[in-house]
């Protein structure tokens, strides 16, 4: 059993910044890949992000492709994710999530799940 927390969200103007933090209990931190999911007002959840166990891989959405960068510290057992350039489309719940390898972008192979922090964007 994992236990994820997100935190770091808030309010923000357009092109500000924020870093997410999503830390992780248990011993196994660091056998996992790590993902980044967000679920905006009235829509599907959505890939983010996602980083290999050991930091060497990485894969992000068009999206946020250079403007958001995810890294993660084992010996912490925290992964980050580093929001910059914000636009009111990244509003959403932000959600960390646990995978057992790859770089999968669906949620379905996800299996532990924290409860979400909600990052707003205004315009």
């Known amino acids: 059993q994992v236990q994820l927390v997100e935190s770091g969200g808030g309010l923000v103007q357009a092109g500000g910044s924020l870093r997410l933090s999503c830390a992780a209990s248990?011993?196994?931190?660091?056998?996992?890949?790590m993902g980044w999911f967000r679920q905006p007002p009235g829509k599907e959840r959505e890939f983010v992000t996602a980083?290999?166990?050991?930091?060497?891989?990485?894969y992000y959405a068009d999206s946020v492709k250079g403007r958001f960068t995810i890294s993660r510290d084992n010996a912490k057992n925290t992964v980050y994710l580093q929001m910059n350039n914000l636009k009111p489309e990244d509003t959403a719940v932000y959600y960390c999530?646990?995978?057992?390898?790859?770089?999968?972008?669906?949620?379905?192979?996800?299996?532990?799940w924290g409860q979400g922090t909600q990052v707003t964007v205004s315009s």
């Open positions: 248990g011993r196994t931190f660091s056998l996992y890949t």
């Open positions: 999530a646990t995978s057992p390898g790859g770089l999968p972008i669906r949620s379905s192979e996800y299996r532990y």
């Open positions: 980083i290999h166990r050991s930091s060497s891989n990485t």
